[in-house]
T-cell receptor
Framework: SQQGEEDPQALSIQEGENATMNCSYKTSINNLQWYRQNSGRGLVHLIL?????REKHSGRLRVTLDTSKKSSSLLITASRAADTASYFC?????????????FGQGTRLTINP | DVKVTQSSRYLVKRTGEKVFLECVQDMDHENMFWYRQDPGLGLRLIYFSYDVKMKEKGDIPEGYSVSREKKERFSLILESASTNQTSMYLC??????????????FGDGTRLSIL
């Protein structure tokens, strides 16, 4: 029942650079969410974007959604060491006949000082 | 802020044991979820619950059961633990409703090893 797939699987950049992660999905969605997971911890919700929205901002985060291409991107500007984490997209899918969040496998982001 | 607390960060059990993983949330959320997270497989939904005494199967319910006797507590039970249940287990909650348009709030996970 996997919906979203993140790309790249891993990304390593220098502190201060921008980081872009992409998520592609297969079937129509009502909304898409992005989460962050620090090593050994739970997931933290970042942004929810609805299917009728094209772009959303939260601090240094910018999320875009292109429903015609079935894809979303997460941009982190002016990256910091603390942004080192795995980032997941989650879309609404059907599990056992019920609408549920389905998570991708994540992008592992490393910010080098 | 919503706080989701999982009773153990690390747990080691033996094959065949009955294992209980506990999860408590403090924001009166109606929905609660149990996931397992494995390298290369991402998060997979085991069971979820919309309300007290309610439970629904997720993607991979085999070998697991759940209990929700109180709104704030959602327990995951491994009836007879096996080595292929060694994993990171994550509990989450969300406010209400049966859609997927709300943020989920996660605990810090329980890393379970079955020997």
């Amino acid at each position: 029942s996997q919906q979203g797939e993140e790309d790249p699987q891993a990304l390593s950049i220098q502190e201060g650079e921008n980081a872009t992660m992409n998520c592609s999905y297969k079937t129509s969605i009502n909304n898409l969410q992005w989460y962050r997971q620090n090593s050994g911890r739970g997931l933290v919700h970042l942004i929810l974007i609805r299917s009728n929205e094209r772009e959303k901002h939260s601090g240094r985060l910018r999320v875009t959604l292109d429903t015609s291409k079935k894809s979303s991107s997460l941009l982190i500007t002016a990256s910091r060491a603390a942004d080192t984490a795995s980032y997941f997209c989650a879309t609404d899918g059907i599990i056992q006949g019920a609408q549920k969040l389905v998570f991708g496998q994540g992008t592992r982001l490393t910010i080098n000082p | 802020d919503v706080k989701v607390t999982q009773s153990s960060r690390y747990l080691v059990k033996r094959t065949g044991e009955k294992v209980f993983l506990e999860c408590v949330q403090d924001m009166d959320h109606e929905n609660m979820f149990w996931y397992r997270q494995d390298p290369g497989l991402g998060l997979r939904l085991i069971y979820f619950s919309y309300d007290v005494k309610m439970k629904e199967k997720g993607d991979i319910p085999e070998g697991y059961s759940v209990s929700r006797e109180k709104k704030e507590r959602f327990s995951l039970i491994l009836e007879s633990a096996s080595t292929n249940q060694t994993s990171m287990y994550l509990c989450a909650s969300s406010l209400n409703g049966r859609g997927s348009d709300q943020p989920q709030h996660f605990g810090d996970g329980t890393r379970l090893s079955i020997l």
